[in-house]
């Protein structure tokens, strides 16, 4: 067993972000955002070897995670019902005219940076050449190029979302087969060893169940999620190196809620309009989207009317307690980088997402992928280190399921940037990003168009 | 230095679970429960080893641990209180009729898998033999053979309640003064060694005091535990092992609370009864039971009716703030499987419960123990490993002093299945699980009657 | 790489704490309380070592971190609403009189003891003699050589408040130049190496930029701090060292806030003082502090009062978005300890604060600092061990700008006490303190005074 690591420390700059300068957040990268500075991305530390001829452990946590309730961004804000707290308040600093709002909003000193578990699998080998073999725990599930390709290696500083909000943290709890010829086996290693940016080795052949809520979430559904993956490396004569993978899965995913006061426009620059004299315009506090998915009737579908909210041993499943039907299938193209790259990626499907209306979630068409070219050069005459420009563009437009409510976001992205590598076990990336997004990680989910600076620096340990 | 450790993952399948399924679940094991699937129950780092002649490190951190309001499988309702917003919710979901309640409820994505401290103790030697020790810091309680017992090694899936209710996790912070003569040493290390399924080195004799409040819980009543252990394992000339113990400990505990809505037929399968025309039924909110331990005047037992709620400056101490009277007795007999084993534990005492309104937590009796009988089959013949079929039955009767509110439990339960080690570091359980036990978790703490089907599989490192 | 660490297991015990006795609380240690006994005060775990010849790096993790809402000794309070309710409790409970307060507090059981981030940070060396390096993640802010010498070797249990009020934890993210002379890197890893309570090397000369709003705390203003310091240890013939420093650092902080019921009297033994007839007295509802500072109008200063607590788009920064201003220079002298050893350290400066009405937190003067004189006696008659006999008495008056409300503070404390080695791997310090402090954890915020047993058993591994 060994221990190794990275950590990605970042810097984004908006340098400019249009009328609605707040609604500026992405789901991958909390310091895309207003008043940010520099943020520690990834932590990781890795324990991993074989601990026997049969069995090799990877475990991988992250030090940067955040428990629930932490590193919050976003500042509470006091109802104005407190009227002789107002009357002091306003009595020893009269700065805005009473009477009025409170004006203040409250930051949260809750820390983040706490350890978490990224990867917890044993691969359970059954024969001497270790082609077959059984993954259980937590693992990467097989789907998609992006997804699989460590965070170590990748040059864009997010992954694509149409590929990526397929799993949350690209991971899942389940077991896993899989099939890899030997030889494709040292292939994949060396793919990733000599700074071609690989995927590593998920099996030429890949089948998996797993539980279908995201990595360290606990299940909900009882219904797992079922995926399959097969891809193909072909190394020509001159040594380029192209693979083609086609991927699926298919399940049912119970998304997360939280209240929200409904509006129109979501997913446009307008979001958040409230016609006049609509029903939503004397709506009096936030509410939870209803959960269009069938109930959970084999365990007894609840009648929830008898409930109310004093009763503490209320039931125990939500409605739509089976989920939201959650399916998808993608298609991968890769030439790998020596010296000129390609990658493309595009997956259809269908998945959660709330409704327009912002009263519901259900089962709504997606699509998405992206194109990223890239090229190797190695400064051999002053030996400064290795380069590696690229330009991405991605595209989606559909549900993402892990963000609370599941709303629709579209993305239309254009990434151009370098990743230089001084030294083997230190890297930096500077990238522009011209973003028209949705932000997805609060409502009313407005539209979004941004410029923005990114920067990394990455020590590998 | 060294690292070691060792993962479970776990499956829980109701198999039957009479009418009020949603309260088939168990303090030790939150997959076990509806809509449950694969779940990481345990993710174990050991970082231990000699740092002098005098000083032993033992540092174990568990990495599926949940940080406060992480990986809850229970909704949360909304109160019908928001007749507009519920306007809106019909007008375009018209799913049920309307006025009713607002029929959704809400799961949070609050992520668990964190990393926390199991042990962290220094074992100070004061002899070359390392005979006498003290034991600084958190580290299991020496009470109960199978507390001890590495989860590890254990046959069945959970420890049973009747002597694992004594400690949360097992552990404590404290001071531990441990006594073992130096051939016992070297057969407590080969029990474990040997795969007999010893409980480890806590001393022939053991005494300590500690906080009391549970494991990695802060203290609330400056009382300390104190406990007591003698174990003397004797080996026969043939070989065989016989262990016999017997332990105690006596402290005040102070417990947590937690509103509930009261009602009557705690542990039984009509809880939740609310008689007509009782002072139950016009109950507004839920509200806390009372702590009847006595306060704590050396510090100003405080007049809380001088305090609000508006007061943030309100006092300290809750009321009963010494504690609980929390006491136990236990005796143990073991034969070691060789290949026949047998192990048999029970404890009486008095701890604190929440009495059958549901108003106040006194101090009451309880006893339980458990039976496990277990045979070691190693397949010579064939090569395929290592077999420990067992049956265990355990009861218990008495309060589960650290789930909120220390409702009473009744516990009877009949396990019977094997523990299959294909490899040594690899282990696969299955057990036919018949349960009639008490939700412990949430009010109103009914009793279920359930068959389960439980695996496990588990990989050491 | 290698693994290496510390315990530090405390014991503090309240020998006289005056007529508000629940008011003894400190910053920097949650053992110092009512009811508190044993308590792991750090749990540290270092990954360490030369990546390359140009690469270090320092992982430092705390295992016993309390993530949000854990760990809490305050009990909280059920409001007394609910009549129906209580008419159910005093029915079954007849303890006090009804008509009344439902007397009753609830402890949370959330546990603590989480693992997170120290340090983490990669020494990036441009030279061969790594006189000059760039350091990027967190790190200890060079700032105050109390705040750079680590914790295992500190004499006094908890840093002067004076000087450690700068920074979070000691820590912060950001990006540090450093240069160090050979000879001189040599002598401060000697310092530490030769038990002489060292700083380590942070630079002759450091400069850095960093977020500002503590470590493991996301950014909230996008201004960056500025830090420098100028450190000359002087070697004399004799052997004897004396290092001089001088170091200052400006910015904003924002400060984190939370709502209290605001009263007169702050930073006295009479805070808490509501006067008849004054606005005070009609507060309905506790409320937040306004935070006194520019806002954020490059973003849009957001007008506040087109937005209710209905919305949940509603603005993103709070009041005083830039921060509060936050500038501080300090000078320090030490004498190591060759055996007598001096070290004074002071500062001045001007930072957030809660105004004396507690209504808004507003940019006021501090100052303060500590002396420190000890002894290093080896006992080379009998073998003992090394001891280190301590006096030290601490000053400040200012402004806790990490506690809620940046409360302020008045620290006037003495501590005498010793330090004993019987192994270089274990310690253990015995101290009594005198304490005039300011409970700066919870509203009011009053006056204590307390006299205090304080001890320690530390492990190093």
Chains 1, 2, 3 share one sequence.
């Not at 690209?170 to 290693?189: A, Q, S």
């Not at 109930?295 to 008898?306: D, E, I, K, P, V």
Request: proline letters at 5%.
């Amino acid at each position: 067993l060994s221990l190794r690591g990275y950590t990605q420390m970042r810097y984004n700059d908006i340098l400019s972000g249009g009328p609605n300068y707040y609604d500026v957040r992405t789901t991958n990268d909390r310091s895309v955002g207003d008043r940010q500075n520099f943020f520690i991305r990834r932590a990781r530390i890795i324990l991993s070897g074989d601990v026997s001829d049969h069995l090799y452990l990877y475990f991988q946590n992250d030090f940067a995670s955040s428990p629930p309730n932490a590193n919050s961004t976003s500042a509470t804000f006091a109802a104005p019902t407190n009227a002789a707290g107002q009357a002091v308040y306003y009595f020893y600093n009269p700065v805005f005219a009473f009477p009025g709002y409170n004006q203040v909003g409250s930051y949260s000193n809750a820390p983040g940076n706490f350890a978490q578990i990224r990867d917890l699998y044993a691969d359970i080998y059954f024969d001497k050449d270790k082609e077959f073999r059984v993954r259980a725990g937590q693992s990467k599930i097989p789907y998609g190029f992006e997804n699989l390709q460590s965070s170590q290696n990748r040059l864009a500083l997010d992954r694509a979302d149409a590929i990526n909000t397929c799993c949350k943290d690209e991971r899942d709890l389940g077991l896993f087969f899989m099939y890899t010829p030997k030889e494709m086996r040292h292939l994949f290693r060396d793919l990733v060893k000599n700074n071609l940016k690989g995927s590593g080795d998920y099996g030429m052949f890949a089948f998996g169940v797993y539980n279908g809520q995201g990595a360290n979430r606990i299940e909900l559904n009882k219904g797992t999620h079922l995926v399959a993956r097969f891809t193909y490396p072909y190394v020509f004569e001159n040594g380029q190196v192209v693979e083609a993978s086609v991927q699926g899965y298919t399940g049912r995913f119970m998304p997360y809620t939280q209240a929200i006061r409904p509006s129109l426009g979501m997913a446009t620059n307008w979001a958040g309009f409230i016609p006049l004299n609509s029903p939503y315009a004397t709506v009096g506090s936030a509410f939870v989207p209803y959960v269009n998915g069938p109930g959970w009737s084999s365990l007894g579908n609840f009648n929830f009317s008898q409930y109310g909210a004093v009763n503490t041993w209320g039931p125990a499943v939500a409605n739509g307690g089976e989920g939201i039907r959650d399916s998808r299938v993608a298609v991968t193209a890769v030439i790998y980088p020596q010296p000129f790259g390609l990658r493309a990626e595009w997956n259809w499907g269908v998945g959660p997402q709330l409704n327009a209306t912002q009263t519901a979630i259900e089962a709504k068409r997606l699509n998405g992928g992206y194109v990223e070219a890239s090229y190797k050069y190695e400064d051999k005459d002053f030996g400064t280190g290795v380069y590696f420009p690229f330009v991405k563009w991605q595209y989606y437009n559909g549900g993402f399921k892990f963000d609370n409510n599941a709303p629709q976001g579209r993305v239309n992205e254009w990434d151009v940037g370098v990743e230089y590598q001084p030294l083997p076990e230190l890297e930096f990336t500077a990238i522009y990003s011209h973003m028209d997004r949705t932000n997805t990680v609060a409502a009313p989910y407005r539209q979004f168009q941004a410029d923005l600076l990114r920067m990394q620096l990455q020590w590998n340990y």
